[in-house]
């Protein structure tokens, strides 16, 4: 056992020692240091004296690592006695000064350190740490190079150069660093987890993707590549795996409330309101934060539960209040209509009943609305779905939570489409609109807003809209847009928003399209022309 943990072999050892040794098949710190010990007071013998001081020091490191600053300096102290004054005991001296806060003995010790070992590259290194510490950027920098001049493979030093540059927000350089490492090895977590926030942060997600998976190949138990790679999946459109990820997240760190959150968001957005409050409350047991709550009582509105969401919304703290008050109001127009809660399942069977000829695959859709637990929303943008999705805002356009709820379960569980999704999320918020759309930033900012977590890249559309993203009358009759992409569905409904048509010229604009008549009045109803 000695030979396998690189020790003497003739590892002088206590007789009383000798069971635990046996019973758990190793030999732990303690036994090895109350043997050696006892072997040099029997014997000052040179050879057990460095292994002793070897292994002291390592005693040190671990007291040191736990903040157990007392018995990390007796033993420095010991090892002084084993051994002669070189340079790592200047630099563990400088380590405990530092772990102190003494930051300007601690610097002058690991310089010294630095001095008496012009070859190790570790002296440098913690010099650089320390000086980061100090806020002192540059000259951290400096020694983080030296300690690269000195080892070019020093893993750590290239990721303390690029953790500075992404700091700075200088991502090139910082990339170049983290790209260092991987050629150096392909088996270090750090470099893909911070190669993946970059690209994030960048707005590249499907390269922000590839580094987390590349990374999660090796360290799939790791807690930040689930959380963040789940947020790539969100702005990448694949809200199944980014549930997944978050699910992996909570399984790895249950303790954690974030996934818990983010998790919960994905289910609401969905239309998987239980799922989305047991989710919250469950976060809330572990932090109970003010956007939890704020979510929470989200969810349950949506879910039909008004007295509580108002109960939520009353104990939000201040930063939030105007924002419950805006929900408070949704809630208490919801509370005047005179029906229950939107069951996708009754609406299925109505408009069944009532539709006469209905195409097969929507047939089958409606007959057997998807299973609550789907997330893989990925059917297409179908327009033939035009005449319900008319249905369902004639009957609550006056009522934005239960429309609401009523779009997004038709988007989900019939569509199953997160094109649709985002679509009836869009016609939530331009319902509410007072007419005209005056394509100012507070417009954009809702819209952008409500679907930053549905369809990023309609989002990013949004945002960029200006007066010279819009037809006149005569150019969107001459030039229609192809509306089976629902992002230009979106563009012509704004345009029109904008232009504000009389009913005739609704008419004339839907006629160019292949369903005129669903679309004319889905316009109507939208301009507020029915």
């Not at 789940?230 to 992996?248: I, P, V």
């Not at 998790?263 to 409050?277: E, P, S, V």
């Not at 904008?498 to 009045?521: C, F, H, M, R, T």
């Amino acid at each position: 056992m000695a030979k396998q943990k690189n020790l003497p072999l003739k590892l002088p050892v206590l007789a009383e020692d000798l069971p635990i040794i046996k019973e758990e098949n190793t030999i732990p710190l303690e036994i090895i240091l109350r043997g050696l010990r006892a072997q040099y007071r029997t014997e000052k013998d040179s050879f057990y004296r460095s292994y002793l001081r070897y292994f002291v020091l390592e005693k040190f490191k671990l007291e040191l690592l736990n903040d157990n600053v007392e018995q990390a300096a007796e033993l420095l102290e010991e090892a002084s006695r084993y051994g002669r004054d070189d340079y790592i005991l200047h630099l563990y001296k400088g380590l405990l000064l530092k772990k102190k806060g003494e930051m300007g003995e601690a610097e002058a010790e690991i310089r010294l350190a630095l001095s008496m070992n012009p070859a190790s590259p570790i002296a440098p290194f913690e010099l650089g740490r320390l000086l980061e510490e100090k806020d002192d950027i540059d000259s951290a920098l400096d020694a983080y190079t030296m300690t690269l001049e000195r080892d070019k493979k020093f893993i750590p030093a290239y990721v303390a150069c690029g953790d500075i540059f992404f700091r700075v927000s200088d991502f090139a350089s910082a990339i170049s660093f983290y790209e260092k490492v991987l050629s150096i090895t392909k088996d270090f977590l750090p470099p893909y987890v911070r190669l993946g926030v970059i690209y994030n942060r960048e707005q590249k997600f499907d390269k922000a993707g590839s580094y987390f998976e590349r990374g999660l190949k090796r360290f799939p138990d790791d807690y930040e590549l689930n959380y963040n790679i789940a947020f790539t999946y969100t702005r990448l459109s694949r809200l199944d795996k980014a549930a997944a990820h978050l699910k992996k997240a909570i399984e790895i760190s249950p303790d954690k409330a974030a996934p818990y959150n983010e998790l919960g968001i994905i289910y609401k957005n969905t239309g998987l309101y239980q799922k989305a409050i047991s989710t919250f409350k469950t976060g809330m047991e572990i932090e109970s934060s003010n956007i939890l709550k704020w979510n929470l009582s989200w969810a349950l509105a949506l879910n039909g539960e008004y007295d509580m969401a108002l109960k939520e919304l009353d104990e939000l703290e201040d930063d939030l209040i105007e924002s419950a008050d805006y929900l408070k109001g949704l809630i208490e127009k919801d509370m005047t209509i005179q029906k229950s809660a939107f069951s996708i399942e009754k609406f299925s069977d109505w408009v069944l009943e009532v539709y006469g000829e209905i195409e097969p695959e929507l047939k089958a859709r409606l007959s057997s609305p998807s299973h609550q637990n789907n997330l893989e929303l990925n059917h297409s943008f179908d327009l033939i779905l035009l005449p319900l999705i008319n249905d369902l805002l004639k009957v609550y356009r006056d009522y934005p939570l239960m429309l609401m709820r009523a779009l997004t379960l038709f988007s989900c569980q019939i569509a199953g489409s997160q094109k649709w999704l985002a679509f009836s999320r869009f016609l939530v918020v331009v319902s509410g609109w007072d007419t005209p759309f005056m394509l100012l930033e507070t417009e954009k900012e809702e819209l952008v807003e409500t679907l930053v977590d549905i369809d990023w890249q309609l989002t990013e559309r949004l945002a960029r809209l200006d007066r010279d993203s819009f037809k006149d009358y005569d150019d969107l009759l001459e030039e229609p847009l192809d509306i089976g992409d629902h992002k230009n569905l979106m563009m012509l409904i704004l345009n029109l928003l904008w232009i504000q048509p009389d009913e005739a010229e609704i008419g004339e604009i839907a006629s160019v399209y292949d369903n005129a008549k669903p679309l004319e009045e889905l316009l109507l109803q939208i301009l507020k022309k029915d």
